[in-house]
């Protein structure tokens, strides 16, 4: 819905229930758990790649024995705990026991170096925490050495579950209990780091009632509900440091959807195909690949030529089903023999059963959105901060505008000031950095909206669009806003291109640095009957820049001439996490980009004398 608000645009969806002030995340869960102790809540990964259904009764008995064993060690209500873990079933008991017992649950990217984790450590106050493994707790360990308060470091792997659990006894369960029913919906429930792309990264404090609003209103939300109804089953993949990922495992965990655990992404394949997901939640980045993969699988020649016209005929279906009259009758005999031959194949990778996922992070791009509801996965692009707690806004199946982030999350409001920033309010919005009054006070407007630093606006059916960053927005010598984001996510659509940064800030035209993908060259370069080379070889191969120009002028299409990339230069260190030059999250950080290759960005315009034209 969308309404006036001082003649600006506000996108708002009521809410089905209100948080009241006793419920807690341990409250709901232990109420589940007794009302459903033998239905399959979480499918654990075996040795040999099965998936072992494990009953409510038997997941909760875990949570509560790990929860006595803490107390009995001695955590008290309040304190705040660190896990520095992949995505994992144990991950989901630590969690939840660390909750039961009134603890905080701090979550560390298991990637960070010990810098990254220390300044979580000392802001947070972390007493104890849990990692994966001897490798992780290493990176801990001068930390610790450090930091008083700091006392300990438990190690999943080395049996750390089961140790503490044996310290307790059941004679416990009467002052657990007192614990869970002590909890109030304010209380804070975690801190979770901004993945910092520029600078140290602010500590989002999250309460309960924040977490519930969005995980139980979501699923009840009748525009929401037929993609996650109860006995849908689900895969996670993001890590769970994420605030995604932790919103995202309360839902399935509270519709009653069987829920598996992605620790290695490298599986990722191999357990949509075993596990056969309904639905997920996952990153534009994992689309692009699917695509780019599909694409380059399809080889050469006539079999090319087949998958790109039906891939055409896919997104035409698509764009047609949001007209009054539908997909022609020629277009849906296309459509169904697209479908024999190629779309049903994709479906096949994704394991054969998922119909809907859920995107964010990043923008997915109409493009893509179309070309996979057009093979039957429909893709509800949504959009979120750290700060709003996970979505903001999401499309549904039943309200659907591709390109767009959907309309407002239920029980948020959503608008944008006089300068395009986008604003958010809601119960899911967090009410403070942790030790920093400033930013939160910068933070928030005059009436209460958090300041997301997003550009973007609200349409008159109430679907948000957003058009860039704030912060990255770059203006040219000759005075062009120009927003990055369009023209990298397009260009990203290439089958050779991993990553991209548009610059051009105070510089006389827009120009792009531009990477390659390590894992698509190969099959691309057989499929061009190119031979074998490495990255760097390639990133002087004419036949290579003449496809990535192409490809450079496709994702100019969308833009104005001023807002164009004249010039593009193709570098060869890819960015990642490992290098420094990407967040956790998968967030490009921009700031690192610019300084480390200023001399590759002059690069692109020696020569050029005078500020240049713009139009």
Known sequence: MAVEKHDVRVSQTPATIEITDSMTIPTVLRRIARENQDRVVIEKKSSINTWVPVTWREFYSEVRALARGLIALGVNQGDRVAIMCRTRYEYTVVDMALLSVGAMSISIYETDSTEQARWIIDDAHVRFAFAESEQIKAVLEPVQEAAPWFERTFVIDEGAIAQISALGSEDLDRELDRRIDAGRASDLMTI???????????????????????????????????????????????????????????????????????????????????????????????????????????????????????????????????????????????????????????????????????????????????????????????????????????????????????????????????????????????????????????????????????????????????????????????????????????????????????VGDQKPFIAALVTLDEEMLPQWLKNHGLPAMSVSDAATNPAVLASLERGVQRANQVVSRAESIRKFRVLTTDFTISNGYMSPSLKVKRAAVLKNFAGEIEKLYEGVSSPGQQN
């Open 192 to 502: 979770i780091y901004t993945s910092g792309t520029t600078g140290r990264p602010k500590g989002v404090q999250i309460t309960h009632r924040n977490m519930l609003h969005l995980s139980i209103n979501g699923p009840l939300d009748p525009d929401l509900a037929p993609v996650c109804q109860r006995g849908k089953r689900t895969l996670l993949v993001l890590p769970m440091s994420h605030v995604f990922a932790r919103f995202f495992n309360l839902v399935a965990l509270f519709a009653g959807n069987p829920i598996g655990y992605v620790p290695d992404t490298k599986s990722l394949v191999s357990d949509l195909q075993t596990f056969r997901p309904d639905y997920m939640i996952l990153v534009p980045r994992v689309f692009e690949k699917l695509y780019n993969a599909a694409d380059a699988q399809a080889g050469h020649g006539i079999a090319l030529k087949t998958f790109r016209y039906f891939a055409r005929v896919a997104i035409a279906y698509s764009r047609a089903m949001d007209t009054p009259e539908g997909p022609s009758a020629a277009l849906r005999v296309q459509h169904q023999i697209g479908d024999k031959l190629v779309y049903h194949r994709i479906r096949t990778i994704l394991g054969g059963h998922m119909t809907h996922a859920i995107c964010g992070g990043a923008p997915l791009g109409e493009r893509l959105g179309h070309f996979f509801r057009g093979i039957g996965l429909i893709v509800m692009e949504g959009w979120g901060l750290t700060e709003t707690n996970g979505p903001a806004t999401v499309n549904s199946p039943r309200r659907m505008r591709i390109g767009s982030v959907g309309p407002a999350f239920p029980g948020t409001m959503v608008t944008t000031d006089e300068d395009g920033e986008i604003l958010v309010k809601g119960e899911s919005v967090f009410s403070a950095y942790n030790n920093n009054e400033k930013a939160t006070e910068e933070s928030f407007t005059p009436d209460g909206f958090f300041r997301t630093g997003d550009l973007g606006y609200v349409d008159d059916d109430g679907f948000v669009w957003v058009t860039g960053r704030k912060k990255e927005l770059i203006v040219t010598a000759g005075g062009k806003n120009v927003s990055p984001a369009v023209l990298e996510d397009r260009l990203r659509g290439h089958p050779l291109v991993s990553q991209v940064v548009v």
